[in-house]
């Protein structure tokens, strides 16, 4: 188990350096100057001067590699170009709308998922079950942005229910939950779609089994040898794919904050971008690498960890 | 050979409709969607314009056939770089299976996998500012490790199997035996993943034109008429349901296929459906 954790620690550093490097060389090494683009047309020779003497830009791409990632090891992650703040404050002011999304989210795709994967597993092959997995077709198909539009349209537009977007901030814990449950149903629907199949599939597997015919010989029924057996041999592949699904998550919290104009980092990069601020895209981009990086880290060795066959691959 | 699964038929039908339509709006549409008409803006649906017209009064059915274009291109291009690739890689990696060089490819692809379609468009567009392109290459880069994982997993059984071995008796080299042995086994494989990847390839190519990360105007895409319509939403809501419908039948018609060739491909599954 040492030497297994060992080779996936050093293969997980070797990772993170890899990702900065081609992040590196895609925002500042490629031809052209990076603080022209920054400035636009009309930055006057001085401007220019100065912003690249702040980046930097007159020492070697090595050097200014070493600098930028000895700041985002220490979380200096530099000053922010438009904000004149450092990055780091931003992101940490965004993420607590990023990751509560997140969370939250996952959160509602695990609680719809599970009971409706495990329904249409106990009944298979039933109008149920058909029923179940033509909806989860369905819920995979729907872009989730589109989905979030489809419930502005019902709850803010026609009902009223809930703001069309925009985030109070948490000194009312309760409006905040509130502004973050469309987004979060939204950003729930494909993946609970997904992983509902998932358990479905896996539940079917294990209750194919011997020692689950053992089980229901000794005169369990159905749904007890799936709750005492088969659910939990049934959870090693959902929960991996959970860890797998982490970054489709990510990449859909950055959207869908785009449709409910909530101040996460998704919308921090999105302004990056249109302000030509290289810096915030630079770091954010980084840390959300870093964190798909980190988890699948974290799942192959929750997996090693309940599954001792696969420490010796 | 027996009777043809019955999502696979509804799958292509679906898909095919679609096709037939981008191809149909190459030499054809109702109405030119080029000119801005501010007379004709935001119609209703009536016997000249079928879906009405858009905020430039340009014809919605029009505009969702071009859009069609658009996402049938992007995703079938960065289907071809993916396969082109991968394939390739996969091959390689199984014919030198536990060598450096299988462990390189495997590591790079685990490496490709934590930079999501997004990231990649973000990191593109943020330096070289967006386009079509962008969109291509980014859901491209994605499917690499894809179709590499799927052309390994599928290869490393069939280097085990006894005409593989008569193969490399006969002194043809790993290369040879790759494409003219290997290869043909794995066509089931990876038509089926090709049928996956270009379903996930529309929906990502919406996902990145809606953010402003894709086709640029006056490019028609399905995914730029839903963020346009975003801000119309509470007086022309039809204008943000039609786009965002012909994406989910596309993606649903090319789902069923996927999961019908599968059916149809593997004969082992065919027993065990449930």
Redesign the interface.
């Known amino acids: 188990m040492a030497r297994y954790l060992l080779l996936r620690a050093l293969s997980l550093g070797l990772s993170l350096v890899v990702a900065s490097v081609v992040i590196f060389a895609l925002i500042e090494v490629i031809p052209g100057d990076p603080a022209a683009f920054m400035m636009g047309l009309n930055a006057t020779e001085e401007n220019l001067a100065a912003l690249r003497a702040e980046l930097g830009l007159d020492g070697s791409a090595l050097d200014r590699y070493v600098v930028w990632i000895t700041g985002m090891l220490t979380g200096d992650f530099g000053i922010s170009y438009t904000y004149r703040v450092p990055v780091a404050e931003l992101v940490l002011d965004r993420l607590w709308v990023s990751l509560p999304l997140a969370v939250y989210a996952l959160t509602l795709s695990t609680l719809i998922a599970f009971p409706i994967g495990i329904l249409a597993a106990a009944t298979r092959g039933t109008a149920t079950d058909y029923g179940i997995m033509g909806a989860t077709q369905l819920g995979i198909a729907i872009p989730n942005f589109w989905f979030a539009m489809l419930l502005v349209l019902l709850f803010a537009v026609t009902l009223r229910w809930f703001s069309a977007g925009g985030f109070p901030g948490w000194d009312n814990p309760a409006a905040a939950l509130k502004a973050l449950t469309l987004p979060a149903v939204a950003l729930a629907l494909p993946q609970a779609s997904i992983l509902a199949r998932v358990m479905r599939s896996a539940l079917l597997e294990t209750l194919d089994q011997d020692y689950i015919r053992t089980a229901r010989a000794k005169g369990l029924s159905r749904a007890q040898a799936i709750r005492r057996h088969a659910l939990r041999n049934a959870l090693i592949p959902v929960l991996t794919i959970i860890g797998l699904q982490f970054s489709f998550l990510i990449a859909g919290a950055i959207i869908i904050e785009n449709v409910f104009f909530l101040p996460g980092l998704g919308r921090l990069i999105f302004q990056g971008i249109t302000q030509r601020d290289l810096i915030v895209v630079e770091s954010v981009t980084m840390l959300l690498v870093f964190a798909v990086i980190l988890v699948t880290f974290l799942v192959d060795l929750a997996y090693a960890l309940v599954d001792p066959r696969l420490r010796r691959r | 050979m027996s009777r043809l699964p019955p999502a696979l038929l509804i799958g292509a039908a679906l898909s095919g409709v679609f096709l037939a339509v981008a191809l149909l709006s190459l030499v054809w549409i109702p109405h030119p969607i080029t000119g801005v008409s501010i007379a004709t803006r935001l119609q209703p649906p009536s016997g000249t314009h079928w879906l009405g017209t858009d905020q430039l009064g340009r014809d919605l059915l029009s505009m969702l056939m071009v859009g069609a274009q658009t996402s049938i291109a992007v995703a079938l291009i960065a289907v071809g770089i993916g396969v082109a690739l991968g394939v390739p890689l996969g091959l390689a990696a199984a014919a030198s299976r536990g060598s450096p060089l299988d462990e390189i490819i495997m590591?790079g692809n685990?490496?490709i996998?934590?930079?999501?379609?997004?990231?990649i468009a973000?990191?593109?567009?943020?330096?070289y500012g967006p386009s079509a392109t962008n969109a291509i290459l980014a859901i491209g880069i994605f499917n690499i490790p894809v179709f590499a994982r799927v052309a390994r997993g599928g290869a490393l059984p069939l280097w085990t199997l006894d005409y593989i071995l008569a193969a490399r008796t006969a002194g043809k080299g790993k290369l040879r035996i790759s494409v003219e042995h290997v290869l043909p086994n794995l066509m089931n494989l990876l038509i089926v993943q090709a049928t996956i990847q270009f379903?996930l390839g529309i929906?990502a190519e919406?996902?990145l034109s809606?953010?402003?990360?894709g086709a640029q105007p006056p490019t028609p895409s399905w995914g730029r008429m839903?963020a346009e319509?975003?801000t119309m939403?509470?007086t022309h809501?039809m204008l943000?349901?039609l786009?965002?419908l012909a994406?989910?039948?596309m993606?649903?018609g090319l789902?069923?296929m996927g999961d019908g060739l599968r059916d149809a491909l593997d004969p082992r599954l065919r027993r065990g459906r449930?």
């Open positions: 590591r685990d490496l996998f934590a930079f999501p379609s997004l990231v973000i990191l593109i567009t943020a330096r379903s929906l919406a996902a809606y953010v402003g990360l839903l319509a975003q939403i509470y809501p943000a349901v786009p965002g994406i989910v039948l993606v649903l789902n069923l449930g």
